[in-house]
């Protein structure tokens, strides 16, 4: 089973920015479509952002031009770049990776925007 760990959420100001990673176990990485979801306290976990093994990404429309996914393959890790927070952003941040019959989430990250 492959374990992912992310990191980097917490609390920033309204229109700050974070870095989110996500580390994967296993040699199955860079197989592997990535992707973020967040869900909200009381709200369904939603698709954010995704990117393909070849590279691909695809993103929420209500994080576009906001939010960047990138990815490591030597590193099996997985980015999201948050700009432009926004109080409505604040979620526990979720790491996917899917390949053939795998689908494996991580433990999330809570991320908060307030002042």
């Known amino acids: 089973q492959v374990q992912l760990v992310e990191s980097g959420g917490g609390l920033v100001q309204p229109g700050g920015s974070l870095n989110l990673s996500c580390a994967a176990s296993g040699n199955i990485f860079r197989l592997s479509t990535m992707g973020w979801y967040r869900q909200a306290p009381g709200k369904q976990r939603d698709f954010i952002a995704v990117?393909?093994?070849?590279?691909?990404?695809n993103y929420a429309d209500s994080v576009k031009g906001r939010f960047t996914i990138s990815r490591d393959n030597a590193k099996n890790t997985v980015y999201l770049r948050m700009n432009t927070l926004k109080p409505e952003d604040t979620a526990v941040y979720y790491c996917n990776l899917r390949t053939g019959l795998i689908n494996s989430w991580g433990q999330g990250t809570q991320v908060t925007v307030s002042s």
């Open positions: 990117i393909t093994s070849g590279g691909t990404t």
